[in-house]
């Protein structure tokens, strides 16, 4: 499995849900990451994790709230979004020490109301 | 901080031209550069990277891009444009430990080809 997988493919959401993207790799990936990625943009990292640790929060709002369940797996919890917040949402992961080439998965493209 | 840089957001070329997209890269340590293609409603997809050694690298769909220090650019080249290269291009600089790195993206060129 060379891949990396994410969910829901689309959000909508309103500004007073609460709902979790997922994002999957069985890559044996060591470090796994968020992108925002708006309309015409390019991504900007949210967050990082390196072997199951937080270790780079690029002073994301608290609104936003990553987990890292295990090593294979990344969520993202979102409460109390605003419309501004509206963005494709990318996951991407990176094998660790070895090697410093990233992975995207598809995206979620995320629609606050 | 580590930045690159992409002349022009758009380029049109015809199908069967050269294809020259453009990538100036600032950094104060040997980079780490990248190109990723994202194709519509897609996420983002590695086309070639520059560690270290060799100058001239060649990527996936018959792309390339060659480092040159003296000039700080990383250019991408293709021969001969199909019409399956129209999409958005990102040129990419990483920052940061392996396993621990920041990739920091250009704006971008959106690259059209005409039939």
């Known amino acids: 499995d060379t891949e990396v997988t994410q969910t829901p493919k689309h959000l909508v959401m309103g500004m007073t849900n609460k709902k979790s993207l997922k994002c999957e790799q069985h890559?044996?990936?060591?470090?796994m990451y968020w992108y925002k990625q708006k309309a015409k943009k390019p991504p900007e990292l949210m967050f990082v994790?390196?072997?199951?640790?937080?270790?780079i929060n690029e002073s994301v709002p608290s609104r936003f709230s990553p987990e890292c369940p295990n090593s294979s797996l990344l969520n993202l919890h979102l409460h109390a979004l605003q419309p501004e917040d509206s963005a494709l949402y990318l996951c991407?992961?990176?094998?660790?020490?070895?090697?410093?080439?990233?992975?995207f998965g598809p995206g979620t493209r995320l629609t606050v109301l | 901080a580590q930045s690159v840089t992409q002349l022009g957001s758009h380029l049109s070329v015809s199908e069967g031209a050269l294809v020259l997209l453009r990538c100036n890269y600032s950094?104060?340590?040997?980079?780490?550069l990248f190109w990723y293609v994202q194709y519509p409603n897609q996420g983002l997809q590695l086309l070639l990277k520059?560690?270290?050694?060799?100058?001239l690298v060649k990527g996936i769909n018959g792309f390339e891009a060659e480092f040159k220090k003296s000039e700080t650019s990383f250019h991408l080249t293709k021969p001969s444009a199909h019409m399956s290269d129209a999409a958005e291009y990102f040129c990419?600089?990483?920052?940061?430990?392996?396993?621990?790195?920041?990739?920091?993206f250009g704006t971008g060129t959106r690259l059209t080809i005409i039939p």
């Open positions: 991407a992961s990176s094998p660790g020490r070895e090697s410093n080439e990233q992975f």
């Open positions: 890559m044996g990936h060591r470090a």
């Open positions: 994790y390196s072997y199951e640790k937080l270790s």
């Open positions: 950094s104060s340590v040997p980079p780490y």
């Open positions: 520059y560690t270290t050694g060799a100058t």
């Open positions: 990419a600089v990483s920052d940061g430990d392996f396993g621990n790195e920041k990739l920091t």
